[in-house]
T-cell receptor, first 115, second 112 residues
Framework: DAGVIQSPRHEVTEMGQEVTLRCKPISGHNSLFWYRQTMMRGLELLIYFNNNVPIDDSGMPEDRFSAKMPNASFSTLKIQPSEPRDSAVYFC?????????????FGSGTRLTVV | SQKIEQNSEALNIQEGKTATLTCNYTNYSPAYLQWYRQDPGRGPVFLLLIRENEKEKRKERLKVTFDTTLKQSLFHITASQPADSATYLCAPSDTGRRALTFGSGTRLQVQP
């Protein structure tokens, strides 16, 4: 199993540009989570999906952020337009849905720098 | 509001000693609590899960306790090794809430 695959690993973009982060979950994991990590705020939940359906997007900072999961094998997190304060490491994590208690498997993250 | 507190100061210990990390939480009623390890430049890795009806859980050199009265979990690494150096994150999970919220983590440094 290749684990949770995120791309790109690093992204440097100019303020105002659109950024798209991608995640391929582990096969059979039907819960998918997007987190953002910074030194100041730690690991913050942005949005999560269950069976491709967004369940809770209350962590999405503002309308500039959007996330989709068109099928069980792929999810995207888009920022448009990007701002310097969006600079962070963005993680995708997946788990098997159920009664809870399954650990999350995280991807290696995308380090985003907006200049 | 809900709060998860982990010691923000790094914990430095000598190789072979037992490391103990603390996770305190407020305004949670966790059905279970999870611990993760994070190395620099990498995503967190799941280590252990303990349920509310379990007082203690062990896995190799790791031991986790869970006191729902004190609202606290302790994470122990016995016979610590320099390879155990990392940041350790706790995540209590409220009953009925599917997504985890993580503490800010405690950095452990094991000196050879």
């Amino acid at each position: 199993d290749a684990g949770v695959i995120q791309s790109p690993r690093h992204e440097v973009t100019e303020m105002g540009q659109e950024v798209t982060l991608r995640c391929k979950p582990i096969s059979g994991h039907n819960s998918l989570f997007w987190y953002r990590q910074t030194m100041m705020r730690g690991l913050e939940l942005l949005i999560y999906f269950n069976n491709n359906v967004p369940i809770d997007d209350s962590g999405m900072p503002e309308d500039r952020f959007s996330a989709k999961m068109p099928n069980a094998s792929f999810s995207t997190l888009k920022i448009q337009p990007s701002e310097p304060r969006d600079s962070a490491v963005y993680f995708c994590a997946t788990s098997r849905a159920g009664q809870g208690g399954d650990g999350y498997t995280f991807g290696s993250g995308t380090r985003l720098t907006v200049v | 509001s809900q709060k998860i507190e982990q010691n923000s100061e790094a914990l430095n210990i000598q190789e072979g000693k037992t490391a103990t990390l603390t996770c305190n939480y407020t305004n949670y009623s966790p059905a279970y609590l999870q611990w993760y390890r994070q190395d620099p430049g990498r995503g967190p890795v799941f280590l252990l899960l303990i349920r509310e009806n379990e007082k203690e859980k062990r896995k190799e050199r790791l031991k986790v306790t869970f006191d729902t009265t004190l609202k606290q979990s302790l994470f122990h690494i016995t016979a610590s090794q320099p390879a155990d150096s990392a940041t350790y994150l706790c995540a209590p999970s409220d009953t009925g809430r599917r997504a985890l919220t993580f503490g800010s983590g405690t950095r452990l440094q094991v000196q050879p």
